[in-house]
């Protein structure tokens, strides 16, 4: 079974300054989806990032950027020029195809994020 | 586009009775659909895979009988909370895999609080 662990229960930045949450999972697949999600107060999953296993390249998206190593099951999300707006609960999950259509989403605990004016 | 829609947002019920909550999605078809619960300040935890003119599959100790899961259409998925008691309030939140491929993430719906008084 798969296992996606987030170490930071809880962190703080100051806005404008940048952020690395961290993510660790544990697997015996070669084939899988790492992704961070982001859940505002509001409650609504919001897809931030995503990585493809098999794609040694960091995947970008704007401010957010993850650094994945693979060999060492680690994929942390950096967040740079920080918002107001990026106060939440990020998740990280593991997807790994099943076959078929089907595959299985695993999920982090959660890091509760605070940007600070 | 990979739009969700999860109605309702919020719902209040008498213990005893049974509340249904759907999951749409708007502008694909998903033959898999998937039911999370979520409990305050914690991550979400799969209760069911949905699939569409079949029987869903359900996660150990989450009761069949009584989160009923009907995906009667590649649009529609349903839970239905039967007989439902305080202990069952919380938040379910639905999700359907989006298109583009095989790293296509999940996309999720607004979620529903649920509220047994």
């Known amino acids: ?117 | 586009g990979a739009v969700v829609s999860q109605h309702p947002s919020w719902v209040i019920c008498k213990s005893g009775t049974s509340v249904k909550i759907e999951c749409r999605s708007l502008d694909f078809q998903a033959t898999t659909m998937f039911w999370y619960r979520q409990f305050p300040k914690q991550s979400l935890m799969l209760m069911a895979t949905s699939n569409e003119g079949s029987k869903a599959t359900y996660e150990q100790g989450v009761e069949k009988d009584k989160f009923l899961i009907n995906h009667a259409s590649l649009t529609l998925s349903t839970l239905t909370v039967t007989s439902a008691h305080p202990e069952d309030s919380s938040f379910y939140i639905c999700s359907a895999r989006g298109f583009g491929g095989r790293n296509s993430p999940l996309h999720f719906g607004n979620g529903t609080r649920l509220t047994v008084t």
């Open chain 1, 1 to 117: 079974a798969q296992t996606v662990t987030q170490s930071q229960p809880e962190m703080s930045v100051q806005e404008a300054e940048t952020v690395t949450l961290s993510c660790t999972y544990d697997t015996s697949e070669s084939n899988y989806y790492l992704f961070w999600y982001k859940q505002p107060p509001s409650r609504q999953m919001i897809l931030v990032i995503r990585q493809e296993a098999y794609k040694q390249q960091n995947a970008t998206e704007n401010r957010f950027s993850v650094n994945f190593q693979k060999a060492a099951k680690s994929f942390s999300l950096k967040i740079s020029d920080s918002q107001l707006g990026d106060t939440a609960m990020y998740f990280c999950a593991f997807m790994k195809p099943l076959g078929s259509g089907s595959y299985q989403l695993t999920f982090g605990k959660g890091t509760k994020l605070s940007v600070i004016p």
